[in-house]
């Protein structure tokens, strides 16, 4: 037996030997081929996890599916206007830690590839970039060669890499950061800038160097990136894409996974045989580094949501699902492939690559490596399978699909035969008792205080002319914009059907004249239009402008309007049109709402305005409302998510936390009937779903978020509610894994899991032939061994999961001919 002291030394030997392996600054470089650490090349999968879009209570489960899925490394964005909402008041708390968001990486052995932009697109609010910014003394554009804005890019880059630098977390340092991105996809829109982005982009390579991280940076869709940068491919395919620079390697930073949601839209999705294909492809034709855009997409919370009209979900149908669930089959499917080429990383990376063409769009691909030989066998053909002849022997090749065959003699993984199950997702808590069902929220309402504004026209600052909604620094969606009007019978627009015409950048708009409501308009409006009835003399007139967020994308994106930017009345002198333009009439201007400054949405119990909620007569329809209850957080640990089916537009906020905008405006349009054919290229808009129902109906509330516990209605939520609706349908729910699909082809296993619970029943079994899809299945042409049934229920009941073969020797003989693939179908319920 050892004794106690060989125990203690032997620990602290592994202890200090796993510490220094940690410290260990280790060297990653590149050639041509791939991305070179301490010496190796790397075939490198990496997805994207954005750590503001879920919370830090949320990142270790993420990291562990991540890692569990295959993945190599995480790639985020660093967001400039989340760390400094105000010019030199920073922010790195809660999900904005971005030091603790890699060093969880770094404990689920993950690298991290860190794209610092500052600019990050991203669907996020004004690209990541701070409105303070935008107003700067003598500032002129963004992203070019502007000294103002160079300054305070400079000035926020060497912040972050500093703080990375100082926690040691360079790879160089011993840390996970393997890769860092300066700008992003700036070549897609330099053409505009003309010679002062050449010399901006070439000032961001020499500031990137000059930080002397010692990894390699990256510019992605930067044909041109002045050396040592690193171009790389973005898009939903970069198979074909080339490197300018013979030196630098085929890497492809946003592979995206399926595609954000616009309110009023339809949700996408990309098929998972579509993305295995989109990465085997790139595989297959010397690509070695891979980035799932998104790998977790999550919740754009508070305002962070930028466009605009991006929604406040950002599921982005990635292989997590917003509330971390396993978005299956996806996940598993890619986690299949992941796993195959991590086996084959030596040949792919150090393989002699010879491709050969055939006809009708199919590729052989063989890698040679130490006298082994690995095979991809691609067929890019839309419809067409085909079969391919290799060395003797035919192999089978489902149109738009790429085989992987280690050895060019066995298919180990096909990119169209998608072996994992398919998961549905329930909502769960109706029942009356349950916790914070409709039946157990108790309302009460408060009207947001708008006398001054519409009954007074009072404002805080004032201007003659009509000024963009980006002087309020983005404190608030809400601004007023106040102005009055005199008119007298002989004015050249006076007439008893005037109109008024606001030319804006197209959001929200609602009108009052004279302290009454006129109209609202939103959702892409240019020109707002509406019959106005004016007084002889004095008029009021008061216009609210709502941001949807700010614009994200293009050139001089930053410079675009928002809110409103022209107003005139039109009248009518016998046949013709007259009209009066108050464009420079005095404005008086009022950012943000009442409720929103007294902090109405603050779980404060003593705070000075708790006591003015009112309990009875709950309006409903009513425009700019507060309303407020309390309730108990859903037992247990599934994500939880609150039903805003009901309402109109707004704001959500569960103790304080502000859960993003909700908005219930329908998908417009109609969907295919026919499930997504995932053969073709994809685009964001062929495989759509949830027509004619709200874009975004449930609204994530993490854990973290809700005070657990036995206390009796310990929660708050408030809604401000802008448009008019009722909450009396609010509800939460809870998130689960509900119905569970498997199918295995003959001889491979089919495997049904239900994480965290188990399996209650199963549905249907068959092995033979299936038609219909997860939900609907039924019994097809041949197979249906009559105790298959069976067979699951022995195996698989009351298990969180089991796996059975596809097997005449597990079923039995069936009566399948060979002129149907016989498959084992299963369905059960978790
Ligand atoms: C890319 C951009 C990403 C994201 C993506 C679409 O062009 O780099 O940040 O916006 O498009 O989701």
Redesign the pocket.
Known sequence: MASSNTIFALTFLVFASITSLLACAYEVTHDDRAIVINGERRVLLSGAIHYPRSTAQMWPDLMKKAKEGGLDAIET?VFWNAHEPVRRQYDFSGNHDLIKFIKTCQENGLYVVLRIGPY?????NY?GFPVWLHNRPGLKAFRTNDQVFMREMQNFTTLIVEKVRKEKLFASQGGPIILAQIE??YG?INGPYGDDGKEYINWCAKLANSFGIGVPWIM??QHDAPEPMLETC?GWYCDRYKPTNPTTPKMW??N?TG??KSWGGKDPYRTAEDLAYSVARFIQLGGTFQNY??YHGGTNFGRTAGGPYITTTYD?NAPLDEYGHLNQPKYGHLKELHSVLHSLEKNIVYGNITTTKLDNSIQVTVYGFNGTKTCFFSNANETADATINYQGTDYKVPAWSVSILPDCKTEVYNTAKVNTQTTVMVKEGDKATDEGSAAALRWSWRPEMVDDTILQGKGQFSANQILDQKVANDVSDYIWYMTSVNLDKDDPIWSKDMRLRVNGTGQVLHVYANGKYVDSQWNDYSLFETNIKLNPGKNLLTLLSASIGFQ??GAYFDLGGNGLYGVEIVGKKGDETVSKNLGSHKWSYKVGLHGEQNKLFSSNKNSRSASQWLSDNLPTARRMTWYKTSFKAPAGEDPVVVDLMGLGKGFAWVNGNNLGRYWLILAKGDCPTEPCDYRGPYTNNKCLSNCGNPTQRFYHVPRSFLNHGDNNNNNDLVLFEEIGGTPSLVRFQTVRPGTVCANAYENKAAEISCPGRNITEIKYANFGHTRGTCGGFEKGLCGGAEDAMDILKTACLGKESCSVTASESVFGATNCDGSHTKKLVVEAVC
């Open positions: 964005y990050v697109c991203a669907e996020w690209g992003n996809e897609n992605c869709q973005n930073t946003e995206w595609w954000f855009y998104m982005y994200n994308y």
